[in-house]
């Protein structure tokens, strides 16, 4: 009789609620963002005793706060502790989503039917586009669905706000705690000790998610990036300490780029969190928004988690960067752009492409109207010019009319020199018209021709 005893499941401890076991390893525990796409370019999810930092330097929009609801709302629904940072931690958590259907309302059910109807309209579009022969293919697919981490990632809505009583219920029963900023000491320092304490006195059987939506906001008083680097430090060194716990920011739209930090701003941050995306929206840049319509911005990865392996799980089982066996049919087909784009209903991540024709979603039959745009930006004169010939049987030449274009800023040599010849030509006289013969032929004297 053998020795040797398979593992089982049952002689492994109980993981906490709303988390598993990562597929890259089998030491690591995961948990989701809220997000399926992003949990999709995370491997999986976001590793317990990880950091996530979200930076999204657009001062118009506000997509770092997004991911943070989803993180929050996450959270609630799974039965894990939250703990919210922020100036008023209350009003973000009642400004967060929730679950379709869970809080009905005739705001949530108008915009459930206009979906509806929407999907409708799109399907019906569909058919009339697309020929018959490729009704039965499938769609071109360039996000991932919720159906892979169904057990894991719940279905939110934008358009769905949390119930107050479930928001209550958390607050009584601890599940939410918030921490409010304090800019009359050391704002730094004191969260950190209000981490801690909220970590020691917990227990490994609930997960405990920190979220910070917006660090170096003006409540957090005059930071310096040095502080912003000793708090990002402090934040991971407690999170490995405490393996049941995670924690996701965002950064202030103002330090989200080199310009605050200095240069290697945002590569220190990504050194010092486990895991680090940088979200640029198009909306300081018309030209990428029309040349991009279908998304709202492009997507960076600096750093991924890999909190017990060498390389991230990312590399090996992310569907969206495009590295994974099953992204490509060779085994991996290069890592992909990424993009993300806001609809009504959810936020998603996906792979960055041009659409049909180029970036054109119709087929046309006339320019564009970014190159007619282009094009009347750019103001030019033309000059005619006319060259006359004679109309001889040896030497006929046709009139031509030939149109120089040049800049009104720029004038080449080689316009020029053009201008000069042509001048020339038109300047010589023409030569005259010779007459033409005119023979005659006898029909009784056949020998005999009259010119």
């Known amino acids: 009789?053998?020795?040797?005893?398979?593992?089982?499941?049952?002689?492994?401890?109980?993981?906490?609620?709303?988390?598993?076991?990562?597929?890259?390893?089998?030491?690591?525990?995961?948990?989701?963002t809220g997000i399926p796409s992003l949990d999709d370019i995370l491997g999986g999810g976001l590793p317990?005793?990880?950091?996530?930092?979200?930076?999204?330097?657009?001062?118009?929009?506000?997509?770092?706060?997004?991911?943070?609801?989803?993180?929050?709302?996450?959270?609630l629904a799974s039965g894990q502790k939250v703990c919210i940072i922020h100036d008023e931690s209350l009003r973000f958590a009642r400004e967060g989503i929730w679950m379709a259907g869970s809080n009905p309302s005739k705001p949530s059910q108008a915009s459930t039917t206009e979906d509806a109807d929407d999907e409708r309209v799109s399907q019906h579009e569909d058919k009339i586009k697309i020929a018959w022969r490729y009704e039965q293919m499938k769609k071109f697919q360039t996000t991932v669905s919720n159906s892979l981490n169904g057990d894991l990632c719940m279905a939110f809505d934008l358009t769905c706000r949390i119930p107050t009583a479930a928001l209550d219920a958390a607050q009584q029963s601890a599940q939410l705690i918030p921490i409010d900023v304090d800019i009359s000491e050391d704002g730094t320092t004191g969260v950190i000790e209000q981490i801690e304490k909220l970590l020691s006195n917990g227990t490994n059987a609930?997960?405990?998610?920190?979220?910070?939506?917006?660090?170096g906001s003006p409540h957090w008083g005059d930071m310096q990036p040095s502080t912003v680097l000793t708090l990002l430090h402090s934040l991971r060194r407690l999170l490995h300490r405490y393996t049941n716990a995670c924690a996701s920011l965002s950064l202030a739209p103002h330090m989200c780029t080199d310009t605050w930090g200095g240069p290697g701003w945002v590569q220190k941050v990504g050194w010092l969190t486990d895991a680090a995306i940088s979200m640029s929206a198009f909306g300081a840049n018309p030209s990428l928004s029309s040349l991009f319509p279908s998304h709202h911005g492009m997507?960076?990865?600096?750093?991924?988690?890999?909190?017990?392996?060498?390389?991230?799980?990312?590399?090996?089982?992310?569907?969206?960067?495009?590295?994974?066996?099953a992204a490509g049919a060779m085994g991996g087909s290069g890592e992909n752009n990424l993009a993300f784009k806001c609809m009504r209903k959810r936020l998603i991540f996906e792979t960055l492409h041009l659409?049909?024709?180029?970036?054109?979603?119709?087929?046309?039959?006339?320019?564009?109207?970014?190159?007619?745009?282009?094009?009347?930006?750019?103001?030019?004169?033309?000059?005619?010019?006319?060259?006359?010939?004679?109309?001889?049987?040896?030497?006929?030449?046709?009139?031509?009319?030939?149109?120089?274009?040049?800049?009104?800023?720029?004038v080449s040599d080689a316009h020029t020199r053009a201008m000069a010849d042509a001048t020339a030509a038109d300047s010589v006289p023409a030569k005259p018209k010779k007459p033409k013969k005119k023979v005659a032929f006898h029909s009784e004297r056949p020998d005999l021709y009259d010119f």
Do not use: W
């Open 299 to 325: 997507v960076q990865i600096l750093t991924l988690p890999a909190p017990h392996t060498i390389l991230p799980a990312s590399d090996k089982y992310s569907t969206l960067r495009g590295l994974s066996s």
């Open 206 to 215: 609930h997960a405990v998610r920190i979220c910070i939506p917006a660090l």
């Open 355 to 410: 659409d049909l024709e180029g970036g054109v979603t119709e087929r046309r039959t006339t320019p564009s109207s970014n190159a007619m745009a282009l094009d009347a930006s750019m103001v030019h004169e033309t000059m005619p010019v006319t060259v006359i010939s004679t109309e001889g049987r040896k030497d006929s030449r046709a009139t031509v009319e030939i149109e120089f274009e040049r800049s009104k800023d720029v």
């Open 1 to 32: 009789m053998s020795s040797f005893k398979r593992k089982t499941l049952s002689g492994r401890a109980t993981l906490p609620q709303g988390t598993r076991l990562s597929p890259f390893s089998t030491s690591t525990v995961i948990t989701s």
């Open 48 to 75: 317990l005793s990880c950091s996530l930092a979200v930076l999204a330097p657009d001062h118009h929009s506000a997509y770092g706060e997004l991911v943070q609801k989803y993180f929050v709302a996450q959270g």
